[in-house]
């Protein structure tokens, strides 16, 4: 049983506070979430973190990050400056808790069906599929991106992936407020490489249109696409 329970969002949610500052834009259904991803709602949430990643995995095969999540460190551990976005089993619209059995619904789904891998296999369609757990850094919110995916199937336990993660952060926090326009992604890749990290990088897309097959995907199996926004209890 974990003592502290991790609060979550959708980012669904966030874009609509975003449309709301800007006085666009509604709550509503994936039609309605279509025009709640516009390059100037994605940029409003850019005033809040510079970089944007996505923390993909298998709720059964990959425990060690699920681990991670459930155990509250991931939103101490980004800092405020970097929005990590990762799928959740159940919807939410308003912040919900996870509970021991979150992640559990999608356990059984096999990995073609996973909301993490497809958009993982969507991200990387014109090459193979980088294999899961793993994190992606996004060069910009808004308009189109290209990503690297840095792998995490190499670390077998929650303290594992909480020491890496921490530092592979700080670095994506630091560079991500440093580099120079059009440059983040190089230099990460640069720092990534000197610490003998393996990366892949894709292919450059609209990340709306990735972010809409992405909750296309979850909402297939009546999940969303969450952030950690804070801790209670």
């Keep these: 049983m974990y003592v502290r329970h991790v609060l979550v969002m959708s980012f669904q949610a966030m874009l609509e506070e975003a449309a709301a500052r800007g006085k666009k834009g509604h709550a509503g259904n994936i039609q309605r979430l279509e025009s709640l991803l516009t390059a100037e709602n994605m940029s ?3 005033d809040y973190a510079r970089v944007l990643c ?5 709720p059964r095969g990959d425990a060690p990050v699920v681990d991670y999540i459930k155990a509250g460190a991931l939103a101490d551990d980004s800092g405020p400056d970097v929005l990590v976005l990762f799928t959740l089993d159940d919807p939410a619209p308003v912040p919900v808790s996870l509970e021991d059995e979150s992640f ?11 909301p993490s891998h497809r958009m993982i296999r969507a991200l990387f369609d014109d090459r193979p599929t980088p294999v899961l ?29 909480r020491t890496h993660l921490r530092e592979v952060f700080s670095g994506v ?39 809409l097959g992405g909750f296309r995907a979850a909402r297939d199996h009546y999940g969303d696409i969450v952030a950690t926004i804070g801790l209670f209890g």
Excluded: I
């Excluded at 789904?109 to 996973?114: C, D, P, V």
């Excluded at 189109?144 to 995490?152: C, E, G, I, K, R």
């Design 104 to 114: 559990g619904r999608w356990a059984d789904l096999g990995l073609s069906a996973n």
């Design 44 to 46: 409003q949430l850019s």
């Design 133 to 161: 757990p793993g994190l992606v850094v996004f060069e910009n919110f808004a308009g189109d991106s290209d990503a690297l995916y840095l792998p995490l199937g190499h670390l077998d336990t929650e303290h594992e992936v």
């Design 54 to 58: 996505f923390l993909a995995f298998h």
């Design 173 to 211: 926090a630091h560079l991500g407020s440093g580099s120079k326009p059009g440059k983040f992604l190089d230099d990460l890749g640069m720092h990534w490489s000197r610490q003998e990290l393996t990366y892949e990088r894709s292919g450059r897309r609209p990340v709306r249109e990735w972010l």
